[in-house]
């Protein structure tokens, strides 16, 4: 118990160690930011700590950010949803069907090849400059990241403890719910916390090319009337949002995979 105690009291203080740290590293860097504001670099070009933060508590004030906000997670939270849950399934139907996999590989990599954004002016002429075009941007972009991690996980199964498994009587379903992908699942958190910020990229890049609605609307229209302070304000709301979306992720991540947690612990023991 004691153990337990003194252990849990070494991670909270390196927290708060690492929290003062962080902040004092933010402040300081906030300080020469606004002293070399007009001084050593022109304002124009890297605007003033104080501005951003005066232009951003505007937004919040009139709910313009809350607003815009809004609309840019809704579409990269569905779109990162939609070619999350295709990638996985689709991985893990190309990890268990090694024939399909073989023959359809070279198409699915020419496509992963393809920088997906330029599909944007297609989706534009498929689908128009809705929701429904930022959301499926983003859930193809997301698609290929989950389903390439989600299939390098299942084909890295141990094929002795299928084996194994099968000798026992266990069937298909079995397998692949006791065995595949409990084992793939570091593989498919991992490309789960890999597309977040390219979730956000398909999501707000949709807005730049054709939106008046979202962080990527505000930033262009900000750009459009030269306001740094509202650029800068626009990029540390899509920062916060990439921030918050990564937390989930990492939250879900836990709560799959609670022996992690158990290892971590017995490492802060010993």
């Known amino acids: 118990m004691s153990e337990s105690t003194s252990a849990s009291g070494v991670r909270d203080t390196r927290k708060l160690r690492l929290a003062a740290i962080r902040i004092a590293l933010l402040v300081t860097l906030m300080v020469i930011w606004e002293i070399a504001s007009g001084t050593i670099v022109p304002e124009f070009f890297i605007s003033r700590p104080s501005a951003i933060l005066g232009r951003l508590s505007e937004w919040v004030m009139d709910g313009s950010f809350f607003y815009h906000a809004g609309i840019t997670a809704s579409e ?21 069907a090694r024939l399909l996999a073989e023959v359809l590989d070279p198409f699915i990599m020419a496509f992963y090849s393809l920088p997906k954004i330029a599909l944007a002016p297609l989706f534009i002429l498929w689908i128009g400059i809705g929701m429904t075009m930022k959301v499926m941007l983003t859930a193809t972009i997301v698609f290929f990241l989950v389903f390439l991690n989600t ?11 299928v084996a194994i498994v099968r000798l026992m009587g266990a069937n298909e379903r079995h397998i692949l719910t006791k065995v595949v992908l409990p084992s793939a699942l570091t593989w498919v958190f991992a490309g789960l916390r890999i597309s977040v910020p390219y979730a956000l990229i398909g999501a707000i890049v949709g807005e730049l090319m054709a939106s008046n609605k979202g962080l990527g609307a505000l930033l262009v229209s900000a750009q459009g009337q030269f306001d740094t302070a509202g650029v800068f304000a626009a990029l540390i709301g899509i920062t916060a949002l990439s921030y918050l979306l990564n937390v989930a ?14 290892d971590r612990d017995e490492e802060v023991r010993i």
């Not at 992720?249 to 158990?262: C, L, Q």
């Open 151 to 161: 299939y390098s996980g299942v084909r890295n199964v141990s094929q002795e403890l």
């Open 249 to 262: 992720v990492k939250y879900a991540e836990r709560r799959s995979m609670r022996w992690k947690t158990v």
């Open 76 to 96: 990269a939270l569905l779109g990162f949803l939609l070619g999350a849950t295709i990638g996985l399934f689709v991985g893990v139907l190309f990890g268990r």
